[in-house]
Nanobody, 115 residues
């Protein structure tokens, strides 16, 4: 089973940027779609961005134009560039498959947007 390790979170002021990374323990090149999810306190986990093996991307309405997902199959890594961050982006962010089941969830990385 592939292990996922997320990193790059932190405390940032509104309007700031962060870049999250998700490193897989083995190749993700065969995985059809990878995604970034987030879970805020008291809320369900939601998919915010996904990218297919071919590079097609999809974003949740609330992050379109602000977030950008990418993947580097050679490095077994998925990234999430987050710009113009808002307090409502505060959550624990996770990566996982975006279709056809899921892998074991990692620990996630905390993103806190606050002044």
């Amino acid at each position: 089973q592939v292990q996922l390790v997320e990193s790059g979170g932190g405390l940032v002021q509104p309007g700031g940027s962060l870049r999250l990374s998700c490193v897989a323990s083995r190749s993700i090149s065969s995985i059809f779609a990878m995604g970034w999810y987030r879970q805020a306190p008291g809320k369900q986990r939601e998919l915010v961005a996904s990218i297919t093996r071919g590079g097609m991307t999809h974003y949740a309405d609330g992050v379109k134009g602000r977030f950008a997902i990418s993947r580097d199959n050679a490095k077994n890594t998925v990234y999430l560039q987050m710009n113009s961050l808002k307090p409502e982006d505060t959550a624990v962010y996770y990566c996982n498959k975006a279709a056809y089941g899921s892998l074991d969830w990692g620990q996630g990385t905390q993103v806190t947007v606050s002044s």
